[in-house]
């Protein structure tokens, strides 16, 4: 039983913006710190945006300010706002958890999401 699933990806051109989702059973959800990783072709997977359990969040340089991750606890859910999107964000995302470990145990089937310039 999968325990992430995404949603949320699609086409859009530079410029708009996609909100993606990832929602977790709520026993792993409650106790992991959670991350959105993307992986474009030919290229390695990257993480783009991280929470912890307690709301602290963190960005590569490219994408801050242009990504906004959240989480609702009530949901067990996940979010990831991506605004000023470029063709260069063109990638399957992928949801993820860290249940104490210290490296992402628990991923998701992901989600593509396009970028037409």
């Known amino acids: 039983q999968a325990q992430l699933v995404e949603s949320g990806g699609g086409l859009v051109q530079a410029g708009g913006s996609l909100r993606l989702s990832c929602a977790a059973s709520a026993s792993l959800f409650r106790l992991s710190a959670m991350g959105w990783h993307r992986q474009a072709p030919g290229k390695q997977r990257e993480l783009v945006a991280a929470i912890s359990r307690t709301g602290t969040t963190n960005y590569p340089d490219s994408v801050e300010g242009r990504f906004t991750i959240s989480r609702d606890y009530a949901k067990s859910t996940v979010y990831l706002i991506m605004n000023s999107l470029k063709p260069e964000d063109t990638a399957v995302y992928y949801c993820?958890?860290?249940?104490?470990?210290?490296?992402?145990?628990?991923w998701g089937q992901g989600t593509q999401v396009t970028v037409s310039s």
């Open positions: 993820a958890a860290d249940i104490g470990s210290g490296k992402y145990d628990y």
